[in-house]
């Protein structure tokens, strides 16, 4: 029976001698090593893309006139219209010509910030060649200053057309990766389309992944 018990004793003592020496070889063979490093790089890292633009025209620019705008730009691939769309709720904005903007500027308070911590004004203005835009939202509407201002310089409110360009031939799920242009490629349109007198703002619908 003593022989038998010193036998077991022995056989344990061997057994985990050999899993502390087997261990740290599994743990730090290259194969192992090298199988927590791909976790990162199986896949690559695409970084902003777009999958449309939001685009802002002037009241009363047709479907006609927004495709032809279109056309004449280089959009780098197949894309889909969507007129007079209403995802970002009404945008209104006022037009006002080179000879009235001293004089808007003049005015105090009607444009101030609406929070005194961002020095942003209530009315974002937009700069064209010949004239530039104020940018109001519903909530601007109801401002008593600005109205009175408006009404002052003999300036209209009217209502943006905003319109939304999916890229992409309408044969696939807009979401997919293959339907999406770089952020560099959005910029470059971005860029090229605000340089038309008949659109106020281009914002690319920016997709992560």
Request: a negative charge; charged letters at 30%.
């Amino acid at each position: 029976m003593m022989n038998r018990s010193i036998y077991k004793i022995l056989f344990v003592a061997v057994f985990i001698a050999f899993l502390i020496l087997l261990i740290p070889l599994v743990l730090f063979t290259p194969t192992h090593v090298d199988s927590e490093m791909s976790i990162d790089t199986e896949k690559p890292v695409q970084g902003v893309r777009a999958g449309g633009l939001f685009i802002e025209f002037e009241d009363g620019t047709t479907e006609p006139e927004v495709k032809a705008i279109l056309e004449n730009c280089n959009m780098t691939r197949s894309c889909i219209l969507e007129y007079n769309v209403d995802y970002m709720g009404n945008i209104y904005y006022v037009k006002v010509d080179d000879d009235k903007k001293d004089d808007l500027r003049k005015e105090k308070n009607w444009n101030d910030p609406i929070n005194p911590e961002i020095p942003e004004p209530r009315f974002p203005e937009i700069e064209k060649e010949n004239c530039s835009y104020l940018i109001v939202s519903e909530e601007g509407l109801k401002d008593e200053t600005f109205l009175k201002v408006m009404e002052k310089y003999n300036l209209q409110v009217e209502k943006s057309v905003v319109c939304y360009v999916l890229f992409g031939d309408g044969s696939q799920n807009w979401n997919k990766p293959e339907n999406w242009i770089p952020e560099k490629d959005a910029t470059r349109i971005k860029n090229e389309l605000e340089m038309n007198e008949k659109i106020l703002t281009v914002s690319p619908d920016y997709i992560e992944g």
